[in-house]
């Protein structure tokens, strides 16, 4: 009995990773039609790196509490301001926890830095919505809030879904057109 049940968890585990990885395909498709591309075009970062490519068969990596991917305007000569979208899994400060995507448009204050903080802060949402003392008790109702500026970024608006609505193409269509209405006029919640 126990061997089915643990069996049945990573089925489902597995499940919703290789969701997520869908996902992420489908929003790099329909942000790349909008004229964005993926920070790190093969990289789905996490606590450390996995491949976007990975198959539902691989067990290179352990269950992570979140997969985030970043993007930025294709061939913009200033690259200060990011989408970010992250799916959180769970989290330790919450004991009862239903996946979230969480989607963070970014300013930072040097653009010379902004690639490497992209890849050197892949916990940015999950901090801003969970662990910040402007996140308050976030709630993934799809309404923006507002970051102070935290060192090196200038600001960040962060809002989240839960996971559960991003059933089909049209649903990640509805979520790309909501990342860019902001990021298209900079500094608009």
Do not use: C
């Not at 902004?114 to 309404?143: I, M, V």
């Amino acid at each position: 009995m126990i061997n089915q049940s643990i069996q049945l968890s990573f089925r489902q585990v597995r499940a919703l990773v290789e969701h997520t990885l869908l996902l992420f395909k489908e929003l790099d498709q329909q942000l790349a039609n909008r004229g964005y591309e993926p920070t790190l075009p093969d990289v789905v970062q996490t606590e450390h790196g996995i491949s976007i490519h990975q198959t539902k068969d691989s067990a290179e990596s352990l269950v992570p509490h979140f997969l985030t991917r970043s993007y930025t305007r294709q061939n913009e000569k200033v690259l200060n301001h990011a989408l970010i979208v992250s799916v959180q899994y769970t989290h330790p400060l919450h004991e009862r926890f239903d996946p979230v995507v969480l989607v963070g448009d970014v300013m930072f204050k040097n653009p010379k830095q902004t690639t490497k903080l992209l890849l050197d802060k892949p916990w940015l949402l999950k901090y801003a919505a969970f662990e910040s003392t402007a996140a308050g008790s976030f709630e993934p109702t799809g309404k923006r809030f507002r970051t102070q500026p935290i060192e090196e970024i200038e600001w960040l608006d962060v809002w989240g879904h839960p996971f559960t609505e991003m059933r089909d193409v049209e649903d990640v269509k509805v979520l790309a057109e909501e990342m860019i209405k902001g990021h298209l006029d900079p500094g608009t919640p």
